[in-house]
């Protein structure tokens, strides 16, 4: 269950992080009371910060394409299912990144032309006369992080591919029927054996790489978003005629606190949940909390819905647009945020437990045990003397533990005790040996 905590905890702190982005905070204390909407002047340029939009769906394509790759993999290679599975899914993400870079690519060409054009602007009410300051270091930290994408996407690309090919790329053995399952497979492949400890060192490569495209995929959504907000949204009676204005963008009070408590508490509660704490009245405590969360976060999508609907009946002004997009992605995201919880109760403690459960048999009272069956033993004779008795299995002669090799770091078996005269030492086997394999 730990990457699905993962992926819950991003859910909360990705809904958190909206929350104060769109709250109306005027510090600590104060929480303005606004509408989830954003008046933006007709005389805004189409784009970010006099950034074409097309440059920003080429950046969130790219980051999207390589963080769906880059969790795909983990989440796969921590399922650890049989080699060919393994090598499918590995080679249909390593599409995704070369997608990913394509993107990554277009969008450095884009941005590198609009490396000294990026400007934060203010349009004065009365004479619609726009003034600008220059903005370049978003365009700046933006291209280094295209080529950042562009760079470790192609290096991710150069290991997945050959390696996931000659399956080297694959999680340590966790028992011997993945071993047994993977040799099969790797013997209808063809393959050639590997040297011992090469599998680990491919590994580790291939996960510096994509966590370094991880973070570079995260970093450039999050600064394409900052760019997208140096566009100009105005609030005000001049601006919004109807009664009454709008002052503020953002939304109600209600909606703001509810979420803010809702999110917080989901964060607290799932690290907790990640506490290794191996106690049965634990589990169900933060399970318990997390059904109740389910349901706030169900309850914070309502009122969003109802503000949405409410903003959106409202008149928009002659001299801007409204837009509601970052309002609308933030009732998407408490949507999955309550989902997201009851998915995991389900697999955890329904489907999970099922799998898992031992069936008691049935306990007989004495009177339900016939005490004489008629004919039962008729023309059977009791004679044991006049039985043989079974054959005497043979033994190797050996006992053996698992155990991670030393220089490969992977699990085999260790000969912990010897036999004296059995079969094992008349064939020079001593304590100390690791076995790697069985054979005829």
Not at 50 to 78: D, K, W, Y
Not at 123 to 137: F, H, I, K
Not at 223 to 233: A, F, K, M, N, P
Not at 256 to 264: D, E, V
Request: proline share 6%.
């Amino acid at each position: 269950s730990l990457p699905w905590l993962l992926f819950m905890l991003g859910c909360f702190l990705t809904v958190l992080g909206l929350t104060f982005a769109q709250g109306g905070f005027d510090g600590f204390n104060t929480v303005n009371d606004g509408i989830p909407r954003d008046l933006v002047p007709v005389t805004e340029t189409d784009g970010d910060g006099s950034v074409p939009e097309v440059n920003r769906a080429c950046r969130l394509a790219a980051g999207c394409l390589a963080i769906v790759a880059v969790v795909t993999i983990a989440l796969v290679f921590h399922a650890n299912p049989k080699p060919r599975r393994q090598r499918i899914v590995y080679l249909i993400c390593a599409v995704l990144i070369i997608g990913a870079f394509a993107m990554a690519i277009t969008a450095l060409i884009l941005d590198v032309q609009y490396i000294d054009e990026a400007k934060q602007c203010t349009t004065e009410p009365v004479t619609l006369q726009r003034y600008c300051v220059d903005a370049d270091g978003y365009i700046v930290a933006l291209v280094i992080l295209d080529a950042a994408v562009i760079a470790f996407s192609l290096a991710a690309i150069a290991m997945l591919i050959p390696w996931s090919l000659d399956f080297s790329f694959r999680r340590k053995y966790r028992h011997w029927v993945d071993i047994g399952r993977d040799m099969a497979e790797e013997e209808a492949e063809q393959m050639a054996p590997k040297k011992p400890g090469l599998e680990h060192v491919h590994v580790v490569l291939i996960f510096m790489a994509l966590g370094l495209l991880l973070i570079a995929a995260i970093a450039l959504i999050v600064v394409t978003g900052l760019l997208h907000d140096l566009r100009e949204r105005v609030t005000g009676e001049y601006w919004d005629s109807t009664d009454p204005p709008q002052d503020y963008s953002g939304w109600p009070v209600t909606n703001t606190q509810a979420r803010l408590f809702t999110s917080a508490a989901a964060c607290i509660n799932t690290v907790l949940t990640l506490i290794p704490w191996p106690r049965r009245e634990w589990a169900y405590a933060t399970a318990f909390c997390f059904a109740i969360l389910s349901g706030l976060f169900f309850y914070c999508f309502a009122l969003d819905v109802a503000q949405l609907e409410s903003a959106k009946e409202r008149a928009c002004p002659a001299s801007v647009s409204c837009e509601f997009g970052r309002y609308s992605a933030t009732a998407v995201f408490d949507f999955i945020c309550g989902l997201v919880p009851l998915v995991y109760l389900v697999w955890q403690f329904v489907i999970k437990h099922n799998k898992s459960r031992v069936v008691q048999p049935k306990k007989f009272k004495p009177e339900d045990v016939p005490m004489h069956i008629p004919g039962l033993y008729e023309g059977v004779e009791h004679d044991m003397a006049k039985q043989e008795p079974p054959p005497i299995r043979p033994t190797l002669g050996v006992e053996v533990v698992e155990m991670e090799h030393p220089d490969t770091r992977e699990l085999c078996l260790t000969v912990i005790n010897v036999t004296k005269g059995g079969c094992y030492e008349e064939a020079g086997g001593r304590i100390g040996d690791i076995l790697l394999y069985w054979g005829n």
